[in-house]
Structures are given as structure tokens and as C-alpha cells.
């Protein structure tokens, strides 16, 4: 089971920090991934980090503004978010997959958090 949550409300050029929590399984067994679906748009890739956290990916627009960690240990996955933008305005969701490699289809994953809404005024 995993549970999302720190979104909120933010103004453009502003930061915040998602977190997910994840329960049951081994953790450190699965990829896990960031995902978001902006109102009348399709679920994007957003990050994607290795299991031990030594391999990460972003989807362009994001890179140089967010960061994706994770710790094992606590069983979380962290998306740390700077500079948003209004176009960043969306539902974020983390994921997990059963699998080595790191992939970007939302089909790929296996478990789905709850999702958590941040929302960017300009």
C-alpha cells in the first residue's frame, strides 16, 4: 500500500516537498516512480529512481527543478519540487514496479498511491 501526501497550494516559483509512504513488501524490491494528471489530461511520467536509489530519471520539463529520493529504511519515496510552475498544477500520484529496469508507461507499475493534489497559482 502506498500513500502520497505534501501538497497543497503554492505560488509560482515556490517549493514543495511530496512524500510517499509505503506498507508492506519488501520496498527496496521495487522501482518506484512519480507520476501527475493535470484536468482533462492523460497520467505523465514525472521521475522514476532506481531500488537502491542510485539511478534516477525525470521527464524534461522537470529536470534541474525537481528531485526524486527515496529511503529505504523509512519505506519512502520523496519528490522535492522547486521553481513550479502554473503547468505543474496537477495530481501526483507515486508507483511502484516490480522490476529492474526504470520505465515511464503508467501501465509498467504495478501499485498506485492515492494521489495528492498540488496546485500552482501564477
Known amino acids: 500500500q502506498l500513500q502520497a501526501y505534501g501538497g497543497g497550494l503554492v505560488q509560482a516559483g515556490g517549493s514543495l516537498r511530496l512524500s510517499c509512504a509505503a506498507s508492506?513488501?519488501?520496498?527496496?524490491?521495487?522501482?518506484m516512480g512519480w507520476f501527475r494528471q493535470a484536468p482533462g489530461k492523460e497520467r505523465e511520467f514525472v521521475a522514476v529512481?532506481?531500488?537502491?536509489?542510485?539511478?534516477?530519471s525525470y521527464k524534461d520539463s522537470v529536470k534541474g527543478r525537481f528531485t526524486i529520493s527515496r529511503d529505504n529504511a523509512k519505506k519512502t519515496v520523496s519528490l522535492q519540487m522547486t521553481s513550479l510552475k502554473p503547468e505543474d498544477t496537477a495530481v501526483y500520484y507515486c508507483?511502484?514496479?516490480?522490476?529492474?529496469?526504470?520505465?515511464?508507461?503508467?501501465?509498467?507499475?504495478?501499485?498506485w498511491g492515492q494521489g495528492t493534489l498540488v496546485t500552482v497559482s501564477s
Open positions: 508492506g513488501g519488501t520496498f527496496s524490491n521495487y522501482v
Open positions: 508507483a511502484a514496479d516490480l522490476n529492474l529496469l526504470l520505465r515511464f508507461a503508467p501501465r509498467e507499475y504495478d501499485y
Open positions: 529512481i532506481s531500488r537502491s536509489g542510485s539511478s534516477t
